[in-house]
């Protein structure tokens, strides 16, 4: 089979497999496992012969008109360059990983046929969006995990919190996507062609007329998708879903779409400068802010959420300065260890009962109850705080390097300003990476108080793939820095002197300083408890997250006003951790400006519609209700009243005509 082939069948697999599971799932409950893993296995070995015969070299190319439109043609088109191609294999070995996850995490779960169908589903969309050569197919992935998300966030169902988050995601995601549409549109218009090749050869030859209005519409879209400021509440709420399916959409699939979709047409955002500025603006808005609310978060995954945001604003970051292969390294690099961390997180869950790093921090001996997922969160935090010779170190110093060359006056197609921007942004961030990394670490396992309940080893099929995963998260940035350029731009991806030292130096203060502030506060654990989730060692996994998720406020209230002065974070933000708890109250903010006018408006509409509208409605049938009830009434049936009306009839009409004969 040739490469064409093998790519078609990528995306495919996992199509089918949804398809199948969704067909045998309840009357053959024993197929859905296998139909679960078995295709993304199939799925990841395609991708990676698929990467090896591209090999980095050139572009492997195949379309074919799909529709004729008398205008702008669409085409079944795909294009793998080595972007694609590597991206595709992290979003397979992802998917695999969270498959393999979930037949323990979801053992017990009524409703996994389902789960594991739109899983399936899901991988095939991203997938799909990363081997398309046109936009309009693309479109297709980009819409198709919008509603895959909607289902797999709202999957307990049960709880207002999930339904809640489902439908947020929904709708944040479409308010970024109608600018985005809007920007499609204009772009093929300018080009001729919805091909991803022509656009790019039509950016290049200065065919693109409106390319500011065109980027700032693409980066609507973006924002949505990939959790950008302002557009990124959305995420954090997404926490309710089950903790495989954070993993799948942090990691893999869904929030990197946008980064990647940037990658891919870079040369259209570079075309103008003012584009540029704003995505770095945006990038370093997004980094700094979710990194202080990561820091404040009593629920741990939502810790988890703030840390992709942030992340995901040093890939914008990298994009901003023009340099995707950097961006598109952090991007395979976090995929790993943020899989890691979230599949990881699930287990921690499970053992302590509870999301609430406030309660595990007054539970003792969790590290011992679950020591492959303390071992392997370990590495993936070490990752994420970019401490050399974990991957995060390589592939976020790498963004780092790239803003100072912008800023330097090094990169032909990025304004120093953006440079700039980035890396001062960058290394603030990187000092409160390390810092919520620390607090996540230490709150969770160097906990004091009740013993953690032992309920054994976690399923072989959990513990495996975390180790799996911890081999990337410690070792893929040291092997990839050297070889990835052959497969991107071939821009040096090798970390610089300056920002290592800079990046590396801040995060050990961040870490330190945490470590130090966590000290002070511990001894005050003790006296101010904070009450306790039970926890069901036998339970299912998901079935104790999905409880703990749904008591979490009922046990302990708004854990945002909780004073709870065990937690280092009070010490570290004072009086900004209230508000960096609470996002820096944007939801407050959304809802002032667009929910309340909304519903005010949605309520001027209902009333005029009662009052006004149906007032007409029911005039109109009231006017020939009367007139019948007038007219009924001389119906009496009696005989001599009919010859009596007809005579004074006949009576009135002689008298006119005579008036009328007369003249009077």
């Not at 089918?16 to 859905?32: C, Q």
């Not at 914008?316 to 943020?338: C, N, P």
Request: proline share 5%; charged share 10%.
């Amino acid at each position: 089979m040739t490469t064409i082939h093998l790519a078609a069948l990528v995306p495919l697999l996992p199509f089918l497999a949804a398809v199948a599971g969704l067909l045998v799932g309840r009357t053959a409950p024993g197929f859905v496992r296998p139909l679960a893993v078995l295709p993304a296995l199939a799925a990841l070995a395609l991708a990676i012969a698929v990467a090896v015969d591209q090999s980095g070299g050139r572009a492997v190319e195949a379309h074919t008109q799909l529709t004729p439109t008398g205008s702008v043609p669409i085409e079944l088109a795909l294009y793998i360059d080595g972007f694609a191609a590597l991206v595709a294999v992290l979003v397979a070995f992802v998917a695999t990983c969270v498959q393999i996850y979930s037949t323990g995490y979801l053992r017990d779960d009524p409703r996994y046929p389902s789960y594991a169908a739109l899983v399936s589903l899901f991988t095939s969309a991203m997938l799909l969006v990363v081997y398309s050569g046109d936009l309009i197919v693309l479109l297709v992935g980009w819409e198709v995990m919008g509603i895959c998300s909607y289902f797999l966030v709202g999957h307990y169902w049960e709880t207002p919190e999930a339904r809640a988050a489902s439908v947020k995601a929904f709708l944040v995601t479409k308010l970024g996507d109608v600018p985005f549409l809007i920007g499609l549109f204009a772009l093929a218009t300018d080009a001729g062609s919805f091909r991803i090749t022509t656009i790019l050869d039509t950016v290049a030859g200065g065919g693109l007329h409106h390319p500011t209005p065109v980027g700032l519409l693409l980066l609507c879209g973006v924002a949505g998708k990939s959790a950008q400021f302002p557009l990124h509440t959305w995420l954090p709420d997404a926490m309710a879903g089950p903790t495989p399916v954070s993993a799948l959409i942090h990691a893999a699939t869904m929030v990197a779409a946008g980064v990647y979709f940037i990658a891919r047409l870079l040369p259209v955002f570079e075309a103008s400068a003012a584009v540029m500025v704003v995505l770095a603006v945006m990038g370093a808005v997004t980094m700094v802010g979710s990194a202080l609310a990561a820091l404040a978060q009593d629920d741990i995954k939502r810790v988890l959420a703030y840390s992709t945001i942030g992340q995901l604003g040093y890939m914008t970051g990298a994009l901003a300065v023009g340099d995707r292969g950097a961006a598109v390294f952090h991007l395979l690099s976090h995929g790993a260890f943020k899989a890691l961390l979230f599949l990881a997180a699930g287990v921690v869950i499970h053992a302590a009962g509870t999301n609430s790093l406030a309660v595990m921090s007054r539970t003792s001996g969790l590290r011992s109850r679950i020591p492959d997922a303390y071992w392997t969160m370990t590495v993936a935090l070490l990752a994420l705080a970019a401490i050399p010779p974990f991957s995060g170190f390589f592939s976020k110093e790498s963004v780092l390097g790239a803003a100072e060359h912008a800023a330097t006056g090094h990169t032909a197609h990025a304004p120093g300003s953006a440079g700039w921007i980035v890396l001062v942004a960058g290394l603030a961030t990187a000092l409160l990476t390390a810092a919520y990394a620390t607090r996540l670490w230490l709150l969770a396992f160097r906990g004091r108080g009740t013993e953690a309940p032992d309920h054994g080893r976690q399923p072989l099929s959990m513990t495996v793939v975390l180790w799996v995963l911890a081999v990337p998260s410690l070792a893929f940035g040291g092997f990839a820095y050297r070889s990835l350029p052959g497969w991107f731009d071939g821009r040096d991806l090798t970390p610089t002197l300056t920002t290592s030292v800079l990046g590396t130096g801040l995060a050990l203060v961040g870490g330190l300083l945490t470590y130090g502030a966590w000290t002070h506060t511990r001894t005050q654990a003790a006296g101010a408890p904070l009450g306790a989730v039970a926890a069901h060692p036998e339970a299912d996994a998901a079935l104790v997250e999905a409880e703990a998720i749904a008591t979490h406020a009922p046990a302990f209230g708004d854990i945002a006003y909780a004073p709870d002065p065990a937690d280092p974070a009070r010490l570290l933000l004072g009086p900004l951790r209230r508000h960096a708890a609470e996002g820096f109250h944007l939801d407050a903010v959304y809802d002032a400006l667009f929910v309340r006018p909304v519903l005010a408006a949605a309520g001027l509409v209902e009333f005029l519609d009662r009052e006004v509208v149906d007032t007409y409605v029911r005039g109109a049938a009231a006017a020939p209700r009367l007139l019948g009830a007038a007219v009924r009434r001389a119906q009496t049936g009696n005989v001599q009243t009919y010859v009596s009306a007809l005579l004074a009839g006949t009576v009135v009409l002689a008298v006119a005509v005579l008036l009328v004969a007369t003249g009077a």
